[in-house]
Nanobody, 123 residues
Framework: QVQLVESGGGLVEAGASLRLSCTAS????????VGWFRQTPGKEREFVAS????????YYDDSVKGRFTISRENAKDLVLLQMNGLKPEDTAVYSC????????????????WGQGTQVTVSP
């Protein structure tokens, strides 16, 4: 069973950049798609971005398109989310999860959620 660990969150000012990492502390996700999601208190978890198993296909929510970039290094079981031009509305706990078909995309089911990493963007 895969266990995912997120890191890289923090407190930054609007306009700054952060890079989040998703790694596997146990198991591997090199044949799975991986997605990033975020959640704020009182709101449902929302899709941010995802990447297919081989990195050929990436998907983004409209709210982050052009600012966030998802990538992966399968040899390291590593998925990155580069976040540029951060806005206060990006403040949330960001979590990664895997999608077993390998295709990615927000319509698929994601499992094996990590604990998440807090991103806070001040005005």
């Amino acid at each position: 069973q895969v266990q995912l660990v997120e890191s890289g969150g923090g407190l930054v000012e609007a306009g700054a950049s952060l890079r989040l990492s998703c790694t596997a502390s146990e198991g591997t996700f090199s044949r799975d798609a991986v997605g990033w999601f975020r959640q704020t208190p009182g709101k449902e978890r929302e899709f941010v971005a995802s990447i297919s198993w081989n990195g050929a296909d990436t998907y983004y929510d409209d709210s982050v398109k052009g600012r966030f970039t998802i990538s992966r290094e399968n040899a390291k079981d590593l998925v990155l989310l580069q976040m540029n031009g951060l806005k206060p509305e990006d403040t949330a706990v960001y979590s990664c999860a895997i999608e077993g078909t390998g295709r990615g995309g927000r319509q698929y089911e994601y499992n094996y959620w990590g604990q998440g990493t807090q991103v806070t963007v001040s005005p």
